[in-house]
């Protein structure tokens, strides 16, 4: 099974700075099954990237992920307030442990 | 607008069974995949299995197989999880969410969640 493994495992920034997170993958796989969610305490997730790079609907475009293989990142180019959250990767079955961005 | 609303909060005894329900609206509920995803307190999220509403095909993962049980009412737009033989590992929040495609097998990425079911179990 693959195994994701998310860095930092939090992330101390403060607000309009840029976030880099990091979703590794134990073996390559398809870009097409990589997605990005963000929740939120005592929230359900919330889909923010699908197939690596599209964004979801109604995600703001300071949002955005990339990468290929086995590793992929996600990008949150100026925090916003409402930001701060547990970001998970997904590929099918397999999450990753999460990262979480907090107020510096 | 698309929504699925579970049930509430639920506190069973270990070795009990729990059935969870998701009720789906706002699209057409045989088209899109159900899977039930769940995250123990302070933990990760953890997925668990999918139903093809359609047909009512599921697939179970492997931590799961002969505890779980995924049913679908097309009457009603509900599918259900069932979880037997509870233990106090199972304590989580269980969350039903829709697959974001119509493709065989899913995409496995989820556009839409519901609220989440608390699950407690303890004696």
């Known amino acids: 099974d693959i195994v994701l493994t998310q860095s930092p495992g939090t992330l101390s920034l403060s607000p309009g700075e840029r976030a880099t997170l990091s979703c590794r993958a134990s073996?390559?796989?398809?870009?097409?099954?990589l997605a990005w969610y963000q929740q939120k305490h005592g929230q359900a997730p919330r889909l923010l990237i699908y197939?690596?790079?599209t964004r979801a609907t109604g995600i703001p475009d300071r949002f955005s992920g990339s990468g290929s293989g086995t590793d992929f990142t996600l990008t949150i180019s100026r925090l916003e307030p409402e930001d701060f959250a547990v970001y998970y990767c997904?590929?099918?079955?397999?999450f990753g442990q999460g990262t979480k961005v907090e107020i510096k | 607008q698309v929504q699925l609303v579970q049930s509430g909060a639920e506190v069973k005894k270990p070795g009990a069974s729990v059935k969870v329900s998701c009720k789906a609206s706002?699209?057409?509920?045989?088209?899109?995949?159900i899977h039930w995803v769940r995250q123990a307190p302070g933990q990760g999220l953890e997925w668990m299995g999918i139903?093809?509403?359609?047909?009512?095909?599921?697939s179970y993962a492997q931590k799961f197989q002969g505890r779980v049980t995924m049913t679908r009412d097309t009457s009603t737009s509900t599918v259900y999880m069932e979880l037997s033989s509870l233990t106090s590992d199972d304590t989580a929040v269980y969350y039903c969410?829709?697959?974001?495609?119509?493709?065989?097998?899913?995409?496995?990425?989820?556009?839409?969640w519901g609220q989440g079911t608390l699950v407690t179990v303890s004696s």
């Open positions: 969410a829709r697959d974001r495609a119509l493709t065989v097998g899913g995409t496995f990425d989820f556009d839409y």
């Open positions: 197939g690596a790079s």
């Open positions: 139903i093809n509403p359609s047909a009512g095909s599921t």
């Open positions: 997904q590929h099918y079955a397999t």
């Open positions: 073996q390559s796989f398809s870009s097409n099954y």
């Open positions: 706002g699209y057409t509920f045989s088209s899109f995949f």
